[in-house]
Structures are given as structure tokens and as C-alpha cells.
């Protein structure tokens, strides 16, 4: 009978003439050299490793955005909050603009404003002072900033008044698109051969807050209180002159005296924002909140909360994102809203269709 170290020997030396020569019986340390893999399996492994989430990777970014925005206040505090400002009295003003279906207005009024720039340019001009005034800053040129409102409150006077019929029985719409018509044209006119008169209309066309001062900030902070004292206190009034003029002239409101106040104030608003920070971003603001608005109140009403939240939302988001990477405040904030609209009007059909099922 075989004892147990004979029968391991045994075991042992059947296992090695089993074994292909120069084999080890048991390996006892793992091979030098791992299985190739295939190229296909080395992409793979590569491109699952690229888009895999990294937490931290984000964290990054966006500790990095809130720092570089940071580090910017301090040399743009002025345009930021000048903008903001800016944007909620834009924003209010343009939930009457877009409740009385008048949105072209904003347009007109924009390029009637800078047509008065262009003939305060011009006088400057004539009077020897043109480059003192094409040096100067935005909000720094009296002349530019008392010409531009003049002519924003003349244009939304004369579209009220376009509005009854009042001139020559031409309807609203019509008169403000002769307004921006003749603005327009004569605006490129009249400073055609001005040295500066060009590209000051440029500048204006561009939409640039860079450059606005602590004066504008009072300005538009004080015009943002006024806007949203005025949609506050008097509620009721605009709402029904905004959507039925016939019934607010029923009940004893003085119609006449409220469309031209109310349409005075917008011109002043539109005249000092296009000054300031130009067409697009002045015309953007205008509409582009309060449609926005409209898109998810379902009554005027809520619409002067909503504009001016949605404005400062998107205007907040639009200067940080610029500021990270380097583009202009004023187009990023306007592009921000622009493509909010088609977003939040495809969420509303949505929603109704979901509704509808659902009943």
C-alpha cells in the first residue's frame, strides 16, 4: 500500500509526462505579458472613458465661471447692473406693448431714437463740437440723450395718436412702419459724410453696455422703481385699457390721457435704453419677456411679474456666459430669450395636449 508523499511523487510525475514539453505543471506566477486585445476593444475602452460623467470635472467649470464673473464686477459692475435694471423696465413697459399687440412699436421707436442721435450728431457737427461729442461717453453726451428720448417720445406720441385714426386715418400698424422707414433712411443720411456720425449709428446698431456709467445705473434703477410702481398701483386700469379701450372709455377712464402718458413714458424708456446699450439689446428686452410671459400666464395680469423675472434670468445667465467666454453681453442675453420662446411654446403645447388626453 502506497503512503501519502509516495502517492503525490506518483501523481506528480503522471501530471509532467501529460504536459507538453517545457510546461510548467503549476505556474506560480502570472504571465509576464497579458492577452493583446484587439484595436476594436482599445477604442472602445477609450471612447466609454471620454464621456463618462466627471463630477468633478463640472464642479470645476463652474467654480471657475462663478470666479471669472467675480473677477469682472469690479471693472463691469456698472454694465451688469445697469443692464438688469434696464431689462426690467424694458420688460414691464413691454407687457402693454405686447397685451395691445403693438410689438413692431419697439422697432420703430428704437430707430426713430437713433435718428434723433444722428441729428444731435449732425448739430454737433455744424457747431464745431462733433469729435467732443463722439468722445464722449454714452451717458456723458447730454445733447445725444435728450435728442434720442425727444424722438422716441415724438414717435410713440405720434402711434398713439396713429392708434385712433388720427393721422390721416391710417391704422397703427401703418404709421409705425413709416416711422421706421423714415428713421431709418435719414438717420443714415443726414451723417453720411459726418467723420464719426457712421460709426457712432454702428454703435448703436452693435448693442454694446460696455461703457455705461454710475449714473446710468441710478437712471435705469429709478425708471425700473417708476415702471414697476406705476404697473402696480394702477393695475386694473391698464389692463383694461390694454385689452379693451372701448369698455375703459365706458366706465369714465380718459383714455387720450392715459395712451399718451403711458405711450410718453415708453418713448422715454426706449430713448435712454437705445443710448445706452443699443438696438437689438433695447428691442429685445422690450418684447422678448413679456411674449415669454405671455407664453406661460394664461391672463395680462400675472404677465408684470413674469416679464421682468424672465428678464433678469435670462440677462443674469447671459452676462455670466458671455463674460466666460468672451462674447457680447447684450447678444447672449437676446439669443438666451429668443430661444426660451419656441422652448416654452412647445412646453405649453405639450401640456395641452396632455390636458386634452387626459379629458
Request: positive net charge; proline residues 6%.
Amino acid at each position: 500500500m502506497l503512503t501519502l508523499p509516495t502517492a503525490r511523487v506518483v501523481l506528480i510525475l503522471a501530471l509532467t509526462c501529460l504536459l507538453p514539453a517545457g510546461a510548467a505543471p503549476f505556474p506560480t506566477t502570472a504571465p509576464a505579458n497579458p492577452p493583446a486585445r484587439s484595436p476594436l476593444d482599445q477604442a472602445v475602452e477609450e471612447a466609454g472613458a471620454a464621456t463618462e460623467p466627471a463630477p468633478a470635472a463640472r464642479a470645476d467649470d463652474a467654480r471657475g465661471t462663478a470666479h471669472s464673473f467675480a473677477s469682472s464686477w469690479a471693472l463691469f459692475r456698472n454694465s451688469y447692473l445697469t443692464g438688469w435694471f434696464m431689462a426690467v423696465a424694458l420688460s414691464l413697459v413691454g407687457v402693454l406693448v405686447v397685451a395691445r399687440d403693438q410689438i413692431f412699436i419697439g422697432a420703430a421707436l428704437s430707430q426713430a431714437s437713433a435718428l434723433g442721435v444722428a441729428v444731435a450728431l449732425l448739430l454737433g457737427t455744424w457747431a464745431g463740437h462733433g469729435a467732443a461729442d463722439h468722445d464722449a461717453p454714452a451717458a456723458g453726451a447730454p445733447l445725444t440723450s435728450i435728442m434720442a428720448v425727444a424722438f422716441a417720445v415724438g414717435a410713440a406720441l405720434l402711434t398713439a395718436r396713429g392708434g385712433h385714426g388720427g393721422v390721416g386715418g391710417e391704422s397703427h400698424e401703418a404709421v409705425t412702419g413709416w416711422i421706421f422707414l423714415v428713421s431709418a433712411s435719414l438717420s443714415v443720411l443726414l451723417i453720411s459724410r459726418s467723420p464719426h456720425g457712421l460709426e457712432e449709428i454702428q454703435r448703436l446698431a452693435s448693442s454694446s453696455l460696455i461703457g455705461a456709467t454710475a449714473a446710468d445705473v441710478w437712471v435705469f434703477a429709478a425708471m425700473a422703481v417708476v415702471s414697476g410702481a406705476v404697473a402696480l398701483l394702477f393695475n386694473r386700469r391698464i389692463l383694461l385699457l390694454a385689452t379693451d379701450p372701448a369698455m375703459a372709455a365706458a366706465v369714465g377712464m380718459r383714455t387720450g390721457w392715459w395712451s399718451t402718458g403711458l405711450a410718453a413714458w415708453l418713448g422715454v424708456v426706449v430713448g435712454l435704453s437705445i443710448r445706452v446699450s443699443g438696438m437689438l439689446y433695447t428691442f429685445g428686452l422690450l418684447v422678448l419677456p413679456a411674449l415669454l410671459a405671455k407664453q406661460l400666464c394664461r391672463e395680462v395680469r400675472p404677465m408684470f411679474l413674469a416679464a421682468p423675472v424672465a428678464a433678469l434670468a435670462a440677462t443674469a445667465a447671459g452676462f455670466v456666459l458671455a463674460d466666460r467666454y468672451d462674447f457680447p453681453p447684450g447678444q447672449m442675453s437676446v439669443a438666451l430669450l429668443a430661444l426660451l420662446l419656441p422652448a416654452a411654446r412647445l412646453t405649453r403645447a405639450a401640456a395641452a395636449r396632455l390636458s386634452a388626453r387626459r379629458w
